[in-house]
């Protein structure tokens, strides 16, 4: 996906990222992998798109979060819209990655980083550039996340990262490793531009 793509995306919906390719595939993968009564984190969320989908299609306990506030609004209107019985289909929270939540809570986190490589002469510096960019290499956001995620899975549990062919798809999974995960495809589209892969992550100790 180019720079010029995700700019055209924006629209006049300048502080949200919403649904692409991307978004379809992590869905996908989430949906195939997530069991009703399982506790489920999207970080990440933006729309919440993603989180909605999982919520209504495996009926697992939904967390979903993100950092903007603005993504954090269009999210739980989302959620309310999707609920049953004035209950929302997934609950939303404010969060910088992982940080907001307790060791072993999630027994499955979903994430869709932003992952662009972006020169840093050239940067819009608003929320969507923090939804799209990954810095020079892409991994800018990944690589903290990786640090920090396994601190939140149950025993067993698993983390579904989406990966693009532009962050370097086998540093990703190194750096993955070197961190006590291992890694297997869940599902991969490819695109002219790119290819895109949902990775499983499981810890080496679960």
């Not at 924006?10 to 390719?21: D, N, S």
């Not at 993968?29 to 999982?54: D, K, Y």
């Not at 020079?136 to 601190?151: K, Q």
Request: proline share 5%; aromatic share 8%.
């Amino acid at each position: 996906m180019t720079r010029d793509d995700l700019a055209a995306r924006r629209g006049a919906e300048t502080t949200v990222y919403q649904p692409a390719e991307d978004s379809a595939l992590l869905a996908r993968a989430a949906v195939e992998n997530v069991s009703g009564g399982e506790r489920v984190l999207e970080v990440g969320t933006g729309s919440g798109w993603v989180a909605g989908r999982v919520a209504v299609e495996t009926r697992a306990d939904v967390v979903a979060s993100d950092l903007n506030p603005h993504a954090c609004r269009q999210a739980r209107d989302r959620g309310r819209e999707l609920g049953d019985g004035g209950e929302p289909a997934f609950e939303v929270v404010a969060a910088n990655l992982v940080s907001a939540f307790s060791d072993g809570t999630f027994d499955v986190v979903l994430f869709n980083p932003p992952y662009l490589p972006t020169d840093p002469d050239n940067e819009w510096g608003d929320w969507m550039e923090r939804a799209l960019s990954g810095g020079e290499s892409g991994r800018a956001v990944i690589e903290p996340f990786l640090d920090t995620v396994g601190h939140v899975l149950t025993p067993g549990g698993c983390v579904l990262l989406l990966v693009s062919s532009l962050t370097g798809y086998e540093t990703v999974l190194d750096y993955a490793r070197e961190r006590g995960f291992e890694a297997e495809k869940a599902v991969e589209e490819s695109y002219p531009f790119e290819t895109l892969t949902v990775v499983r992550l499981t810890r080496d100790d679960s």
